[in-house]
């Protein structure tokens, strides 16, 4: 059961326009969600976060969504620029049994084209 | 400098040959985990740990053992690969994981072959 989906593999922008990355989760008990973004040969590194009970939260160029009621949420990256370009990855997390556990999707591999 | 250390960062091998992958932090974090990336199925947790002498099982952890002696250490050990575990492996730390929101360290990852 994949709990967190983002159904687009691939996304291309041109340089200065926005990026949206989408992400659909299934599972109601994630309280918070984080995006990361990994460059080829580098590990993940944290982008941004946001709580289930905010719908909004912005950090300089990227800025989150969450709708709730529809188990979606959004990264929006404006303006976009080439170093930009890599994977992002959406993750759902939750506390539980004294840990919290995250869950990634497959990624959204990102291409700003100059 | 605040960091995950994994070694070897590449690493081919053959079919049932014992192999272990190091990860080192320097942050005295008490959460440390392993995940796999693989193509089409992003990242998948093997195993985790909450602190020294604890650990537990993620999402896919047939075929591995963890052990976590030291606080900066927790090495991944497979003890007879396959080649379905050919894969690229991350560690992964945070400060305590059981802290709401908490952010996830990353290694730079250790790319595994199993001929």
């Known amino acids: 059961d994949q709990q967190v989906k983002q159904n687009s593999p691939s996304l291309s922008v041109q340089e200065g326009r926005i990026s949206i990355l989408n992400c659909d989760y299934t599972n109601s008990m994630f309280d918070y969600f984080l995006w990361y973004k990994k460059y080829p040969a580098e590990g993940p590194t944290f982008l941004i976060s946001i709580s289930s009970i905010k719908d909004k939260n912005e950090d300089g160029r990227f800025t989150v969504f969450l709708n709730k009621s529809a188990k979606h949420l959004s990264l929006h990256i404006v303006p976009s620029q080439p170093g930009d370009s890599a994977v992002y990855f959406c993750?759902?997390?939750?506390?539980?049994?004294?840990?919290?556990?995250?869950?990634f999707g497959k990624g959204t591999k990102l291409s700003v084209i100059p | 400098e605040a960091q995950v250390t994994q070694n070897p960062r590449y690493l081919i091998t053959v079919t049932g040959k014992k192999l272990t992958v190091t990860c080192s932090q320097n942050?005295?974090?008490?959460?440390m985990s392993w995940y796999r990336q693989d193509p089409g199925l992003g990242l998948r947790q093997i195993y985790y740990?909450?602190?020294?002498?604890?650990?537990d099982k993620g999402d896919v952890p047939e075929g591995y053992k963890v052990s976590r002696k030291e606080k900066r250490n927790f090495p991944l050990i497979l003890e007879s690969p396959s080649p379905n575990q050919t894969s690229l492996y991350f560690c992964a730390s945070s400060l305590s994981g059981t802290g709401w929101g908490e952010k996830l360290f990353f290694g730079s990852g250790t790319q595994l072959s199993v001929l």
């Open positions: 740990s909450m602190n020294v002498e604890v650990t």
């Open positions: 942050m005295n974090h008490e959460y």
């Open positions: 993750a759902g997390g939750y506390s539980g049994a004294g840990s919290y556990q995250l869950t």
